[in-house]
């Protein structure tokens, strides 16, 4: 019970949505217990003042059993401050050329911007949504870079790459517990320090400590379609094919899904609670790039029964599909396949060889009402079109009451009981009245 409820205040008035946005939550939660995830703050963001509200939700993050390292940019704090000593520095491409004269100045505003970071993860006064929270941030030469050199002529001075990061001292501060902070800055062996691109910073901590995922939180980062909707899912091959049209160099990120780290999620960190949307909701609310796709077809295993039953029982409840008992969905699950989005069973369908009869029965097509209407029913149909092909079977069959225009607008045809196999025939119900409708497999 939540102990400062004002007096009479029902539980009814709580927000709608609340109780099953936190059963939806449930399963992330317990799957991001331990992970890592790389936190990359853009210096755009940082620069419109969004740190004191992204701290809660970090905290929420850290309180919840997962891994920070959180890292930052600093480009337009720097700029700010350079102009303001009236130091010059130019740039080839995304990459500052760094004199001498402007490490005073960039160090000034990464300090700067470490020290909000430090204070904002610091709060945790009663009536804050930090309220409790002891969360210590660890910060230091993590970052061991070398100069850029000399490319096509140009010398970047004290612009540097990263050379390594010093992922034994970054997992030993994860595994006590503490926020790990990486700046814009490298060190090197010899106590030289170089500016580097945070990006790179992020994808080379995120490979080295064995990050589950990159998380982008910057000025509307995400990548849009031609009405500048907001993709929410692509595999690496389709964001690569995608690059020119970011301003951001997300190349240097996808980097790191190309050496292991499975997912970057780019996100408006300008949206109040971008974070907890993203990772704690099934659909997200920014791009997510994988490595492996988001959303698959694949054969249904035992532990997807009680998923199946979850999407089959209202459809049973309402007429629409015959009950099943448990134990008989269990005995036939080897007929079930399923699809899946992030891990979450959305869909299913059942298809049954008769090879003496050279058919195949299709049944229990079913998707979450969420996910209708997207084209995953037809994404199940052509599956088993694909399968049936494979076994080297002819014809698809169905039976039904009350979705029989759906197939028929798919290349079904209406039929009778006496087209169907000798043993489907023998459990038919004729008092249910069931539609028989036939497809061909096809070429």
């Known amino acids: 019970m939540v102990e400062n409820k004002r007096h009479g205040e029902s539980p009814e008035k709580d927000r709608p949505g609340y109780v099953e946005w936190f059963r939806e939550a449930s399963p992330y939660i317990h799957r991001f217990r331990g992970d890592t995830f790389v936190i990359l703050l853009d210096g755009n963001l940082l620069a419109n ?210 050496q292991g780290v499975p997912r970057l999620h780019l996100l408006d960190g300008r949206r109040d609670g971008a974070l907890l949307l993203e990772l704690f909701t099934r659909d997200g609310i920014g791009t997510l790039v994988s490595r492996d796709p988001f959303e698959h077809i694949r054969p249904a295993v035992l532990d997807d029964l009680v998923d199946i039953l979850g999407i089959i029982r209202p459809l049973e409840a309402g007429g629409i599909l015959v009950r099943r008992p448990r134990e008989r969905l269990e005995m036939e699950l080897e007929h079930f396949t399923v699809t899946c989005r992030d891990r979450t069973v959305i869909g299913c369908v059942s298809l049954t060889p008769y090879p003496a009869s050279s058919m195949a029965e299709m049944a229990c097509l079913a998707i979450l009402p969420e996910y209708q209407g997207a084209g995953r029913g037809e994404q199940l149909l052509a599956w088993c079109r694909a399968e049936s092909k494979r076994l080297g079977l002819k014809k698809i069959f169905v039976l039904t009451t009350q979705s029989s225009r759906w197939f028929m607008e798919r290349g079904f045809v209406p039929s009778n009981p006496e087209i169907l196999p000798p043993e489907r025939k023998l459990l038919y119900d004729p008092d249910r009245k069931s539609q028989v409708l036939v497809s061909e497999v096809g070429p």
């Open 49 to 258: 003042g969004r740190m004191g509200a992204l701290a809660h939700d970090v905290a929420l993050l850290s309180s919840l059993g997962i891994r920070l390292v959180l890292v930052f940019g600093a480009s337009p704090q720097i700029d700010a401050t350079l102009e303001s000593r009236s130091v010059e520095t130019s740039r080839v491409g995304r990459r500052r050329i760094t004199p001498p004269e402007a490490l005073g100045p960039l160090m000034e505003s990464v300090g700067r911007i470490r020290f909000e970071i430090e204070s904002a993860l610091s709060q945790g006064t009663d009536g804050t949504p930090m309220a409790g929270s002891r969360i210590r941030v660890v910060s230091g030469n993590f970052v061991i870079g070398r100069p850029l050199g000399v490319i096509d002529g140009t010398d970047f001075l004290y612009t540097g790459t990263v050379r390594r990061i010093e992922s034994e001292a970054v997992r030993h501060h994860l595994d006590q517990g503490d926020v790990v902070l990486l700046s814009p800055l490298a060190f090197s062996p010899t106590g030289e320090i170089f500016n580097v691109l945070s990006y790179e910073v992020a994808s080379r901590a995120a490979i080295s400590v064995g990050a589950s995922k990159i998380i982008l939180l910057g000025l509307a980062p995400e990548i849009r379609n031609v009405r500048g909707e907001a993709l929410r899912q692509l595999v690496l091959s389709e964001a690569r094919a995608r690059e020119s049209e970011s301003s951001l160099p997300l190349s240097v990120l996808y980097d790191a899904l190309d």
